[in-house]
């Protein structure tokens, strides 16, 4: 991928693409993150477990698509070594974590979830059942594969095992 190609295809100046992503690596982290924000809507539905099931099936439907398992593809490849990869990946997650966030908060706020549960925590422990098959075991992963993700997520948030430190 080149910022020339990227101009060429958008019927713009590569100027214009320089203007507003001073790299192709900036442009890469942005445009996967819109795609991801986009396929991953934050859903607010009054109720934690709805919230994070909606949450954890929208994650699974867009990680089994062409684009999500060739971002799988890219992050676990060596070329993810590099300093440039390995920022796009760490932008990306940080932006799915940060704007799924107020799930978790307001299911404090609402005394569904105790208090001083950490959101990061819950949800990469919601997320790593989900990337554990994909990643490692090859498992048929679907809605159910979701839907267990949040119960296990929840049920450690109960226990008060995902407390912020």
């Known amino acids: 991928m080149t910022v020339d190609a990227v101009a060429q295809r958008a019927g713009v ?13 900036r442009l890469v982290a942005d445009a996967l993150t819109h795609h991801f924000a986009t396929d991953i809507p934050i859903p607010d539905t009054g109720a934690v477990k709805d919230d994070l099931r909606a949450l954890a099936r929208s994650l699974v439907a867009a990680m089994t698509t062409h684009a999500g ?7 676990l490849s ?34 569904e979830l105790p208090a001083g ?3 990061g925590e819950l949800l990469k422990a919601m997320v790593a059942p989900v990337y554990f098959r994909l990643v490692f ?18 049920a450690a948030a109960h226990a008060r095992a995902l407390s912020a430190p």
């Open 78 to 111: 060596d070329a993810a070594r590099t300093p440039e990869l390995a920022e796009i990946k760490r932008v990306l997650f940080e932006d799915c974590f940060r704007r799924a966030e107020p799930v978790v908060t307001r299911a404090v706020e609402r005394g």
């Open 13 to 25: 100046h590569k100027t214009t693409i320089y203007r507003n992503w001073k790299t192709s690596d």
């Open 117 to 119: 549960t950490d959101p």
């Open 69 to 75: 398992r060739a971002l799988l593809a890219t992050a």
């Open 137 to 154: 075991t090859g498992e048929p992963v679907d809605e159910t594969t979701a839907d267990r993700a949040v119960d296990v997520a929840l």
